[in-house]
Nanobody, 125 residues
Framework: QVLLVESGGGLVQAGGSLRLSCKVSGDDFSKHAIGWFRQAPGKEREFVAAISTNGGLTNHAIALNDRFAISRDNIESTVYLQMASLKPGDTAVYLC??????????????????WGQGTQVTVSS
């Protein structure tokens, strides 16, 4: 069983930055690619970013225009999502997930088998 706990969310003004953390336990962290997704009220969950098991491959949603960056620390079993130039449209619950297969940096939700509870990010205008 893999347990994921997100932290770092909060209220920030437009143009500001936040760094989210995803602490993983319960399994060999280095066997799992990790992804970040977000879900805004009334909208479907959408892919944000993913990182491969060793951090050598990353995948970011094109629509984010390079404002977000994913990284991982395999010693601390933690994945980070650095968010900059935040906009009100970034307001959502952000969730991290561990993949099932350990290949690449998947974008599809179906590749992920374990999910955290999420952390709220609210961007005010």
């Amino acid at each position: 069983q893999v347990l994921l706990v997100e932290s770092g969310g909060g209220l920030v003004q437009a143009g500001g930055s936040l760094r989210l953390s995803c602490k993983v336990s319960g399994d060999d962290f280095s066997k799992h690619a990790i992804g970040w997704f977000r879900q805004a009220p009334g909208k479907e969950r959408e892919f944000v970013a993913a990182i491969s098991t060793n951090g050598g491959l990353t995948n970011h949603a094109i629509a984010l225009n390079d404002r977000f960056a994913i990284s991982r620390d395999n010693i601390e079993s933690t994945v980070y999502l650095q968010m900059a130039s935040l906009k009100p449209g970034d307001t959502a619950v952000y969730l991290c997930a561990a993949d099932k297969y350990g290949y690449g940096a998947p974008q599809s939700e179906s590749d992920y088998g374990y999910w955290g509870q999420g952390t709220q990010v609210t961007v005010s205008s």
